[in-house]
């Protein structure tokens, strides 16, 4: 220690320097390692620890949980085994059949003598499926003039009840909309489709004319489906986005086990949705399933069941963390693995209802407790998100003593992956009669895919009804 009092200063100075630069570097230890934890936990997501997509995983990806180890190879030939009953594709029967041709024998197999051709009801049968190009039908219309002898020529009157306003027929039209509305088929790659495979000639703007047709011939069907999952006693809600002309819209889908509704909106705020979820009284009607957005605060908690998909995903991405939040999040995703065990086991017939609920009760009160510790244990990024969990209590349980509801969103998330796969293959809609056409089509299309109807005939069904001015066929009272 130095004996001169200038020197002990300067010392005591330096020395209250480097602790206070190495107070600031602790700050920033402190700081740089919440960045890394934060980045790193960014950097593992996926689509088993949060809401990410499947599709956003990458090729090569295991997206659903850890991988489970390789089996060993089997020592079978790849393809059907020994025993194995073949499938075969069926003969059409005569009826269908447009042209025959009939081979005989021209000598016998055991003599060499000539054989006259003989018709045998027990012929062996082939046949050969194929689509030929003269697919096209134009029918054409010609209003004559007729000179009277007074030398007055008179023209046939045009009748719009006759000559139709369209150049495109019911059938042409259909099958226009459904390839670029249900199959998914861009404009071009229609005008195409019809160039190289009918030889017919459509335009783009012909095209779109076509679809604004079918968005009008299936406005009545859209709406008979929004009813009916109204009046449901539960149904599922997501959303995702769609474009518009560069915009970024919301679009969301209502659905239940047998009908699903789609409809486009500006944005997904309450006051811009809740119309899409109420009757004509303005009332709300069963069960809602879904997730924990704000925006269905319009909906009462207790009729609501929130999906617990979306909080096992969430539950992985905190057990993947380190420290208290990845040791409570460990915690959380063994109580969501029982409530999945319990209900797979209802499922398969092995737990009665009663036997479910007497097995949830002590699970709900553990997990509630559990929620309650790590609240209190005031933990960033973590406590809050707990917190939210606790306020939606009522609307965790709801399965377990409500028939017909499910602890998943899975219905919901599934009808809406089409559209998800959709958005990738185009820019979205350019106009809002394209935004209708969009929602009328997919309405009808999956409503009728899950009840197990065609969907090009009713669409016919419903342009011809369109064309005519007669009223359109029903959507739901008809059965497969």
Known sequence: M?????????????????????????????????TIERLAAELRKNSSNSSLPPSSDGPGAVSRGVREPKKPKSKRKRGGQKGHRGAHRELLPLKQVDAFVDLYP???????????????????RYQCLELLAEGQH?????????????????????????????????RLTSVVAALSGVYHL?????????????GIDISLGAIIAMEGRVSAALESASEEAHKDVLAAEVKHADATTWLMAGLTLSLWTLSTPRTTVFRIFQDGARATIEGMFSGADGKHHGVLVSDRASVFGFWSMVLRQVCWAHLLRLFIGFSQRAGPMGRFGRELLEHASLVFEYWHGFISGELSPEELQRRMLPVQRRFEALLTRIVAADIRGFSGSCA???????????????EGVEPTNNLAERDLRSFVIWRRLCYGSQSESGLRFVERIMTVAMTLRKRGRGV?????????????GTQAPALLSLEA
């Open 2 to 34: 130095p004996a001169n009092p200038t020197e002990r200063e300067e010392l005591v100075a330096e020395l209250g320097e480097a602790k206070a630069q190495i107070e600031e570097l602790k700050k920033q230890l402190v700081t740089a390692l919440a």
């Open 106 to 124: 021209e000598v016998c197999e055991g003599c060499t003598r000539p054989l006259a051709p003989s018709p045998d009801a027990d012929a062996r």
């Open 138 to 170: 134009v029918t054409q219309w010609q209003r004559h003039a007729v000179t009277c002898p007074c030398g007055h020529t008179t023209r046939a009157p045009y009748d719009p009840e006759v000559i139709p306003a369209s150049p495109f027929g019911a």
């Open 186 to 198: 861009s404009r071009r790659n229609t005008q195409r489709f019809f160039h190289e495979v009918f």
């Open 388 to 402: 939210n969990l606790l306020a939606h209590a009522e609307a965790l349980w709801t399965f377990v003593d409500t």
């Open 456 to 468: 090009l005939r009713f669409i016919e069904r419903c342009v011809t009804a369109h064309f005519s």
